[in-house]
């Protein structure tokens, strides 16, 4: 099925529910609501889907070979997108796999046993915690930047689940913190968004202020985001156990549309409709398009100016809506102080 990893783990998470409920106490989700609003569920995997008794957790490697991330991170004029979202949206991928381990199970146990048990497939699509439930069943340790990692494959895959009531033998394995005095995520942190280790301020992450952030960005973080239009990969590109990591052999999770190193002013110069376009069938869906104008103009605002992107960012103010206005007039005010600003 593709699948690197499968656990199988029960639903007990206990152990794991004060960390989170501190974590939403301290406001760190900012305006993801959805993550209060399902807590119960997400904590509860019978709450989600009544008779769950357990969980196979699943994980998918992801990193398409050859992108050369930190060249695009280092080329101004290009824009950084995270590197999950390059290729077909891995909602579709996963969910399709899933789905076919879960009949294939089902067709074994109910000639074994002549029991018809249920089963649900989830990728980061419902109130799963997932990581939580693939560090129980023993697919890795969750490193201080808060994903989940394998000495083998490192972080660069996704998770995915599947809730069942049959009664499956438990993964017993417990993977050990390798993360050891390494503390380099934290310190590359653009951001500085993992306030402790594997204590992460998502209103400061840049994958959080660049897709699920709806409005204005914090005028002192601006600067921090650099060209990272769509995510950001840092805490992860730099961690030592991904040095070494497998890349996919995916078709699906190859790269689409040249989207591993876009220039920015092809993408800023998008229409809504040939935006659409570009992402259609990405799991880039997330973002709108006044958003995607929003962390393009911080990103043009961020790089070296020149009469082209002053011509581009001015050309499109009054366009799309004022949030978008606010943050083009802070770039070219940026750019002003840049001996190339024309
Ligand atoms: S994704 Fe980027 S901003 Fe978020 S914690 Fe990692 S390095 Fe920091
Ligand atoms: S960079 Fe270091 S501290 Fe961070 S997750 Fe990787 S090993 Fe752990």
């Known amino acids: 099925m593709g699948f690197q990893k499968l656990a199988v783990t029960d639903i007990d998470l206990s152990t794991h529910a004060p960390h989170v409920r501190q974590w939403l106490d301290d406001g760190f989700a900012g305006e993801m609501g959805y993550l209060h609003r399902n807590l119960e569920k997400r904590l509860h995997p019978d709450q989600l889907e009544p008779g769950t008794y357990r969980v196979i957790t699943a994980r998918m490697n992801y990193l398409p070979a050859d992108t050369q991330p930190i060249e695009v991170l280092e080329n101004s004029n290009k824009g950084y997108i995270s590197r999950y979202a390059l290729g077909r949206d891995y909602h579709k991928v996963l969910r399709r796999r899933l789905a076919k381990l879960a009949s294939q199970i089902n067709a074994l146990l109910t000639e074994e046993q002549s029991v018809d048990y249920q089963f649900r497939a989830f990728t980061d699509s419902a109130p799963v915690l997932e990581k939580a439930l693939a560090e129980k069943g023993g697919l890795g340790w969750m490193g201080k930047h808060t994903l989940i990692l394998d000495k083998e494959a490192g972080s660069w895959f996704f998770l995915g689940e599947i809730y069942t009531n049959a009664p499956l033998a438990i993964d017993q394995t417990i993977v050990e913190d390798a993360c050891g005095k390494c503390s380099a995520c934290m310190t590359v942190c ?77 993408l800023f110069a998008l229409s809504e409709a040939q935006f659409r376009l570009l992402i259609q069938g990405s799991a880039m869906g997330r973002v709108s398009y006044p958003q995607w104008q929003r962390n393009i103009a911080i990103a043009l605002g961020n790089g070296a100016g020149g009469k082209d992107v002053v011509n581009a960012l001015t050309h499109k103010l009054g366009r799309v809506n004022p949030m978008v206005d606010e943050h083009i007039s802070w770039a070219l005010e940026r750019l002003k102080g840049n001996a190339t600003f024309l």
Not at 244 to 254: I, K, S
Request: with cysteine; aromatic share 6%.
């Open 190 to 266: 653009p951001t500085q968004a993992i306030i402790s280790p594997k204590k992460l301020d998502a209103t400061r992450c840049i994958s959080y202020l660049t897709i699920e952030h709806k409005d204005s960005i914090d005028e002192a973080l601006r600067p921090l985001m650099g060209n990272r239009i769509y995510g950001c990969d840092d805490c992860q590109l730099f961690c030592p156990w991904n040095r070494d990591a497998p890349t996919t052999t995916e078709p699906d999770f190859a790269v689409r549309n040249g989207l591993d190193q876009p220039e920015l002013l092809d």
